[in-house]
């Protein structure tokens, strides 16, 4: 399923589409890397599809560790589209940045739960 997000019209959202700009290389790495590692104190900066724009975004509206992120997305049942709508109604992720961060925390939970 396709998630379209109503992105607020707002400039500094449009400095997100750059951010995730990086090679898949190092995307592939950094997933793996969190997704076989325990949680902890990790900031959702470490999420994948999520960068330090977003990371201080969500840090804003109180959720400034990945275990906080997790949380609603276990408020939300792990639903796609109820979890990839929030992400971009609350802080303006695209809807690939917002399902990238989905299956990684969907990937975690199936590690770790």
Known sequence: MVVMCNRKA???YDEESSEGSSSS???SASKHIFVS???GEKTPAELNGIGHILSRRLAKIGFDKAYVVFGQFLVLKK???LFTFWLC???GASP???NDCYQCLLEW???FL
Do not use: I
Request: aromatic share 4%; hydrophobic share 20%; proline share 5%.
């Open 79 to 81: 639903d796609r589209e």
């Open 109 to 111: 939970s199936e590690e």
């Open 25 to 27: 290389s190092f995307k």
């Open 96 to 98: 690939k940045q917002a």
């Open 37 to 39: 590692e325990p949680m």
């Open 89 to 91: 109604d609350s802080v």
């Open 10 to 12: 707002h400039s500094k």
